[in-house]
């Protein structure tokens, strides 16, 4: 509020502040339209950092930061995607960004299927210059059986990480028919809730802090905590119960809602995983860092850090029991 002699003159709003910075969400998202060219893109790209910066700055929640900058990606992919006149083509992402819960500082997972005359070499071409960065589990593939070859694949050699990522899988751009020819595949459900279960398991969640080193379950102690597992075992046993009830939701919040609506989850459990999951990617966007010194943090932060710990074991143990 503002005032002059106690009477009120007006309200300062996040949009005058945003504005006092520079950084305009509304004209930021027009600006994605107006580009004509992949260069023009390409230096809205370098800026969609500050706008996250505002944001957090300003008290935006992780999980809110995270979807709009799934927003901002799924604009430029969708701009870049229709300057290659692909007439059978199906862009989804996946992982991060199929949750729309992208962190910039990562590449983007992303599934291609493209049928009849299309160069691919011409997306990567494409894709490159904007200044995205692919990530190594990205697919590029001519057709959805090859698809349901691969993953069979993945399956066979365990590859959990890229099985997970698909299971996140949305439609970006693109046919939504290829899109429903994925959905239809009959998936073994059996095999992959094992394997689902299998890594969930192997995650070693820290006892707490000794002073300023992390005490591990099996005694020992290390300097750095990570975060980025941590915060992974809140999805990793949210996109497990998801899959175990057939649950179509990809991001994490939503499914966390749906299994709550199907009385899975408490409505007390489903708050605490999002107030977990959100105040373990405050750190990560504020410190752009996946593993932190413990001497970072204050006490408080300490206390409630070794709070989600505590929340996170009993979650594996449910998992335990409903698998």
Not at 55 to 81: H, Q, W, Y
Request: one cysteine or more; proline letters at 2%; aromatic letters at 10%.
């Amino acid at each position: 509020c503002v005032l002059d002699n106690r009477r009120l003159i007006g309200v300062i709003s996040l949009h005058d502040l945003i504005l006092l910075q520079g950084v305009n969400l509304i004209s930021f998202v027009t600006e994605i339209e107006r580009k004509k060219t992949i260069g023009g893109l390409a230096e809205l790209i370098t800026n969609i950092d500050k706008v996250i910066k505002v944001l957090f700055n300003e008290g935006a929640s992780p999980m809110v930061i995270r979807k709009l900058t799934s927003e901002f990606v799924d604009r430029i992919l969708c701009r870049l995607f229709s300057s290659l006149k692909c007439s059978s083509c199906c862009l989804m992402g996946l992982g991060e960004l199929g949750r729309m819960e992208q962190s910039w500082l990562l590449p983007l997972k992303l599934c291609l299927i493209y049928k009849g005359d299309f160069s691919i070499n011409q997306f990567r071409e494409v894709f490159k210059k904007s200044g995205f960065t692919a990530h190594k589990d990205s697919v590029f593939l001519n057709s959805v059986e090859k698809l349901n070859i691969h993953f069979k694949k993945w399956l066979e050699n365990k590859e959990v990480d890229k099985i997970c990522a698909f299971l996140d899988r949305r439609r970006i751009g693109g046919e939504e028919r290829i899109f429903k020819e994925i959905e239809a595949i009959a998936f073994p459900k059996d095999q992959i809730l094992s394997l689902l279960y299998e890594h969930i398991s192997k995650i070693n969640l820290p006892l707490g802090f000794v002073r300023d080193q992390v005490l591990l379950t099996s005694g020992d102690f290390a300097k750095g905590l990570n975060l980025t597992e941590i915060s992974e075992m809140v999805v990793h046993g949210v996109r497990f119960l998801s899959f175990l009830k057939e649950i179509r939701e990809t991001n994490t919040f939503d499914r966390l809602d749906v299994l709550r609506e199907k009385k899975i989850l408490s409505e007390e459990k489903v708050t605490e995983f999002k107030e977990i999951y959100n105040f373990l990617n405050h750190f990560r966007i504020k410190l752009e860092a996946e593993w932190l010194d413990p001497g970072i943090f204050s006490n408080q932060e300490k206390i409630l850090l070794e709070d989600c710990l505590r929340s996170l074991k009993k979650f594996k143990d449910f998992l335990a029991k409903a698998y």
